[in-house]
């Protein structure tokens, strides 16, 4: 577990960075270039997100259950990894009217993704998981929406709907994948068993 809480750290950590320590970032981006800024944070990132996967691997087997989840929570994860498909894709597509309405679609779809996990898993290493990117990305909309306001973000501009008919085709198309194999073969967990 221990190896899983390491990881976590990193990860979100590093990606708090901008909101937890904005002068470090822009210090590092003014002596040594943005480049230099990425490149650090990238490394960063991988190795927090190597520590969480080897980590969350060895502490399924050995932590306990928190919860027993009701097999019906399951059945609503599910809906809500459709959603959250739908709304990634929405996020890295130019603005149909999903991005527009939801402001920050990649920050939303870790929300259901997060919470829809937690919906279905009870295991302390799962909660730990997903409740810890939970609340990543409810302090990053946070900092999002005081971004915006100090003028420092911009919000996505309608584009065309159809991006948000590709949006939906793409979403579903990576929804199936998933639960037909993709899960199963990455993540060693088959999310509908029949």
């Known amino acids: 577990m221990a190896i899983l809480v390491l990881g976590i750290i990193i990860f979100l950590g590093m990606h708090l960075v901008r909101v937890i320590a904005p002068g470090f970032r822009a210090g590092i981006i003014e002596s040594r270039g943005k480049g230099t800024w990425m490149g650090l944070y990238t490394i960063v990132s991988l190795v927090g997100l190597c520590l969480i996967i080897y980590g969350f691997g ?7 259950m928190l919860y027993d989840p009701p097999i019906f929570l399951r059945h609503i994860a599910l809906l809500l990894m459709l959603i959250a498909f739908i709304v990634l894709a929405a996020g890295f597509l130019p603005a149909g009217r999903i991005a527009v ?22 295991e302390t290493s799962s909660v730990l998981l997903f409740g810890s990117f939970l609340a990543w990305a409810v302090i990053l909309r946070i ?3 005081r971004r915006e306001r100090a003028g420092e973000k911009v919000l996505p501009v309608f584009k065309s709907a159809r991006n948000d008919v590709l949006a939906v085709i793409i979403g579903l198309v990576a929804f199936v994948l998933f639960v037909w194999k993709l899960h199963e073969l990455l993540i060693g967990v088959q999310p509908v068993v029949l």
């Open 58 to 64: 060895q502490a399924r087997g050995e932590t306990g």
């Open 101 to 122: 309405a939801l402001k920050h679609p990649q920050v939303l779809s870790i929300k259901i993704w997060a919470l829809a996990h937690l919906l279905a898993n009870g």
């Open 143 to 145: 900092s999002l929406k």
